[in-house]
């Protein structure tokens, strides 16, 4: 991947790495809303492979596909962050969806069924199971959101250092703790669900295949699942928050 003056050739970098901008690509955008194009996806994933390359260059101590696939990931998030690509409808919709399940979670003591959680909000089971399917791409929730502006990870930003701030090591740690809690609560199928995609980095066609669902259908367990994990995630500040209160 160097020149004859030893300097990284950056054309050669680009055609290797552009496959998997591609792949990533494919599998951001199985959880978004038809409006979205991949063309889009891959294009801000290109700029993000340049700026790896650039950065790699200057001297980034890292293996570079793995420091590559975290900057294509981060821009093409970035860019749908940006352009704020969910009406304000679905958003509110999924708000509605996330107390509910926070409130009979609360009622019952456990994760709630989608009948339930249908029954809840007033709506049939059908009509429940396409607002899931609608609510594709709101829950872009990743452990790639504990990177930095600057694009430092968990664990570059959290070295053990003279400056590191305890009490903030604590409660991010408190985070990643409750969100490992509140996978191992999740129902089954979802659990199975989030295993296939998150681990072992199938698709939705192939999760279906898995599970003898149809696609549609791995889609709806995605968004109800990512829903459990935020309202349980939102639970958790908020009670934290009531007892600093008390406490202060």
């Not at 599998?27 to 950065?55: C, E, F, K, T, Y």
């Amino acid at each position: 991947m160097y020149n004859a003056a030893g300097q990284i050739n950056k054309e050669q970098l680009v055609q290797r790495f552009a496959p998997m901008v591609k792949r990533i690509a494919c599998h951001l955008i199985a959880r978004l809303p038809a409006s979205v194009l991949l063309d889009d996806l891959v294009q801000n994933g290109m700029l993000g492979l340049l700026d790896a390359i650039g950065r790699f260059e200057a001297g980034v101590g890292a293996q570079f596909e793995a420091y590559a696939a975290q900057r294509v990931r981060g821009a093409m998030l970035d860019s749908l962050r940006e352009n704020d690509w969910l009406p304000r409808s679905l958003r509110r919709s999924c708000r509605l969806i996330e107390a509910a399940i926070t409130q009979l979670e609360q009622e019952t003591g456990r994760a709630p069924s989608e009948k339930e959680l249908a029954d809840a909000l007033g709506m049939t089971l059908a009509d429940y199971q396409t607002m899931l399917q609608d609510a594709r791409g709101h829950q872009l929730v990743y452990l790639e959101d504990l990177v930095s502006e600057d694009g430092e990870d968990f664990l570059e930003r959290h070295r053990v250092e003279e400056s590191s701030d305890p009490a903030q090591l604590f409660e991010e740690e408190g985070v990643r703790q409750a969100l490992v809690q509140a996978i191992a609560d999740l129902p089954e199928r979802e659990k199975l669900m989030m295993a296939l995609y998150y681990e072992q980095d199938l698709n939705l066609r192939e999760i279906g295949e898995v599970m003898g669902v149809s696609e549609s259908r791995v889609c709806q367990l995605h968004s109800q699942a990512v829903m459990r994990l935020r309202a349980r995630l939102a639970g958790t500040a908020a009670t934290k928050r009531k007892r600093a209160r008390k406490n202060g």
